[in-house]
């Protein structure tokens, strides 16, 4: 697997708006902001990993 996905973001941020379409709360600028969390999430991960 490549390290670097081109378009991952994307097509999480599709994924997340297909799975929550159905509540009308949930707003695209939670999605936003869940991706962002996320992504910060994972590279706080990567970098433990590598000490």
């Known amino acids: 697997m490549p390290v670097v996905q081109k378009d991952r973001m994307n097509q999480m941020r599709a ?3 297909n799975e929550f379409s159905a509540h009308s709360h949930v707003e ?21 990993q590598l000490e």
């Open 28 to 48: 695209e600028q939670m999605i936003d902001e869940l991706l962002n969390l996320l992504l910060k999430m994972s590279i706080e991960r990567e970098r433990e």
């Open 15 to 17: 994924a997340l708006k």
